[in-house]
């Protein structure tokens, strides 16, 4: 099984005044199957300086990950965020 960190869009705000922002949230990622294909996530914690670090190259390389925006709901429930397939 492969993982890695990303930032993922899960909301969206419409400004008045402004362009949209993206509200983002940065989770583990996780390819169950190992066919490539990150599916699931988690929420992150980093535990130490590494841990950042290797988040911080992963973002860089592959930035804001919105298929799970464009493809499901998000809901705040509970501290953590919920995600269903549309």
Known sequence: MAWKYAQ???????????????GCEIFELYDIDGAGEFMSFCSSHFVCLKDLKMAIEDIER????????????????DGE???SRK
């Not at 993922?8 to 993206?22: A, W």
């Open 62 to 77: 592959d930035g804001i990950n919105t298929w799970f925006y464009e493809n499901g709901i998000f809901e705040y429930i």
């Open 8 to 22: 993922v869009k899960v909301l969206e705000t419409r400004c008045i005044d402004g362009p949209s922002e993206d």
């Open 81 to 83: 965020w919920e995600w």
